[in-house]
């Protein structure tokens, strides 16, 4: 069955929380439409209602009521943070500056992902952290007065750096972080564009102490290029297929995907583009492609994280060897998705093999199709459920609805593009 049509995607998952977190420190209502409705997002509004926040959600349309630059009350249950890495790390930054005494829990999934990288720079700030897992969930934060610093950042890490920028909105003095390489920028975008006393250099970012209240914030989130991606593998992997994207982030670090399978000689277009709120936003038309093996170079590696699985699902179906190097990260998401990935393709018949840091794949290979173990991580699912489409059975997964963490509907999308 070819799949054509055209999607309006669910708000861009990193937008979404952002544009929630940074709306707290309006004055008065802001109104942010498209908004994700995935879990993550959800957690997100959770833990700041938690915290005393006015928010408001109905359909994608989330109104929050901004409290300017003393948002927050002292929350009385811990801070639940379900399986949502951003919520922790983010919201860890955005109250680090505020006396407030507040202990940040997750689901046992979260509570394997690591935060020393977070808790490291808070603490160089001011911010009193302590754990009672060295480093991992739950963690128990004091917050109050900051004082800037300068911070070089181990690995590339946008989590890491917003995290900084956020409590460096409440620092009492300067504070600048530097990435060894680009990362997502959405942060200091949506900062700029709020009116934030902040500055792009290279791969510095610098930012003086908040004066006062950022400035009012009503705009539609773009489309979610990571879940618009499975959408685009889906077209160029099933024959005669045509499937336009509308209203996408194009933003410079989330596009890498589409440069490598262009790379790998996939159909892709790129139309009509515009900006909203700092971010750049356009349509994306993909087809059914002829595509061969290509080697990623590891400084892609950053802006490719949630769709290195794709990646390979895509080398199981080109010509020649594909091979991903510097991917460490990848063993800290929701799941250790080196192994995701290369065992469940594997057990379909594809020639994968793992790496430390990446894995490697020889196509073209027939994908039997069957049975799929998601270690309830959305992105696994969905890249089997995509693989699904030109295996010789239909996929079985363990659990559907670890989808709806990122995007809700998937699945419905998927099959209504089907057409015989």
């Given at each position: 069955m070819a799949l054509y049509g055209t999607v309006i995607l669910p708000g861009d998952k990193s937008i979404s929380h952002r544009a929630i977190m940074l709306a707290c420190l309006t004055e008065g209502p802001s109104v942010l439409h498209n908004v994700n409705r995935g879990a993550d997002v959800k957690q997100t509004v959770a833990v700041l209602k938690r915290c005393g926040m006015d928010i408001q959600w109905q359909d994608d349309t989330v109104t929050v009521q901004g409290a300017g630059r003393r948002p927050f009350l002292q929350p009385h249950l811990p801070l639940d943070c379900g399986n949502s890495g951003t919520t922790v790390r983010l919201a860890m930054g955005l109250v680090a500056g505020y006396p407030l005494q507040v202990t940040f829990t997750g689901d046992d999934s979260l509570s394997q992902r690591p935060m020393s990288r977070i808790i490291v720079p808070l603490r160089q700030m001011g911010a009193r952290i302590s754990t009672r897992n060295q480093g991992y969930l739950p963690v128990m934060l004091t917050g109050g007065e900051l004082w800037g610093i300068q911070y070089d950042l181990p690995i590339p890490s946008a989590q890491v750096?917003?995290?900084?920028?956020?409590?460096?909105?409440?620092?009492?003095?300067?504070?600048?972080?530097?990435?060894?390489?680009?990362?997502?920028?959405?942060?200091?975008?949506?900062?700029?564009?709020?009116?934030?006393p902040i500055t792009m250099e290279g791969n510095t970012i610098t930012v003086k102490p908040l004066k006062k209240s950022l400035k009012h914030a009503d705009?539609?989130?773009?489309?979610?290029?990571?879940?618009?991606?499975?959408?685009?593998?889906?077209?160029?992997?099933?024959?005669?297929?045509?499937?336009?994207?509308?209203?996408?982030?194009?933003?410079?670090?989330?596009?890498?995907?589409?440069?490598?399978?262009?790379?790998?000689?996939?159909?892709?277009?790129?139309?009509?583009?515009?900006?909203?709120?700092?971010?750049?936003?356009?349509?994306?038309l993909s087809q059914s492609s002829q595509l061969h093996g290509i080697t990623i170079p590891s400084d892609q590696i950053p802006n490719l994280q949630d769709e290195l699985p794709l990646i390979a699902l895509l080398a199981t179906q080109a010509e020649g060897e594909t091979a991903v190097s510097g991917a460490e990260e990848l063993k800290v998401k929701e799941s250790d998705r080196i192994e995701a990935i290369v065992t469940n393709l594997q057990r379909w018949g594809a020639d994968i093999?793992?790496?430390?840091?990446?894995?490697?794949?020889?196509?073209f290979t027939p994908l039997t199709g069957g049975r799929v173990h998601t270690h309830h991580d959305h992105r696994i699912a969905m890249m089997m459920s995509v693989g699904g489409l030109v295996a010789r059975e239909p996929e079985r997964l363990d659990d559907k609805d670890c989808m709806a963490v990122s995007f809700p509907g998937f699945l419905t999308i998927l099959d209504k593009l089907q057409h015989d």
């Open positions: 750096k917003s995290a900084i920028i956020l409590a460096a909105l409440n620092a009492q003095t300067e504070t600048s972080v530097t990435s060894p390489l680009p990362s997502r920028d959405h942060t200091e975008r949506m900062l700029k564009h709020l009116g934030a705009y539609t989130i773009p489309g979610d290029i990571s879940g618009g991606a499975f959408l685009i593998a889906a077209a160029l992997l099933v024959p005669d297929s045509e499937v336009l994207l509308q209203g996408v982030s194009l933003n410079p670090t989330r596009t890498a995907f589409l440069e490598v399978v262009k790379a790998m000689g996939a159909q892709v277009k790129v139309t009509k583009i515009s900006e909203v709120a700092g971010e750049p936003v356009g349509d994306i093999q793992a790496k430390p840091d990446g894995f490697v794949v020889r196509g």
